[in-house]
């Protein structure tokens, strides 16, 4: 699988962002995708996942009520909607498929990384 993650940026606190994530290669029968962050100097953290066959949803505490990850017309293209962003959310956003589940805590259920976007949250 090969994750294109893409819609990063510089934007005020308050403001907003669409990441965009877009899956392809030969093996797409993943049951979860997610997005994750990591900021400088910080370990990787969970943001969000979307379980394929339901499309139910998780979120991390930092990000409930601000976030929203959803599904695009194509199967394979989730996005993240980060609404009232702030400067903690500042980070590389990662988005990420798993064959196990959805998780916004373990990063070893996680297969297959992008290489990431850049959210910069600043005045």
């Known amino acids: 699988v090969q994750l294109q993650a893409s819609g990063g940026g510089l934007v005020q606190p308050g403001g907003s962002l669409r990441l965009s994530c877009v899956a392809s290669?030969?093996?797409?029968?993943?049951?979860?995708i997610g997005w994750f962050r990591q900021a400088p100097g910080k370990e990787r953290e969970g943001v969000s996942c979307?379980?394929?066959?339901?499309?139910?949803?998780m979120y991390a505490n930092s990000v409930k009520g601000r976030f929203t990850i959803s599904r695009g017309n194509a199967k394979n293209t989730v996005y993240l909607q980060m609404n009232s962003l702030k400067p903690e959310d500042t980070a590389t956003y990662y988005c990420?498929?798993?064959?196990?589940?959805?998780?916004?805590?373990?990063?070893?259920?996680?297969?297959?990384w992008g290489h990431g976007t850049q959210v910069t949250v600043s005045s």
């Open positions: 979307l379980s394929t066959a339901d499309s139910s949803t």
């Open positions: 290669g030969s093996t797409l029968d993943y049951v979860a």
């Open positions: 990420t498929t798993s064959f196990k589940h959805c998780d916004v805590v373990d990063l070893t259920m996680y297969d297959y």
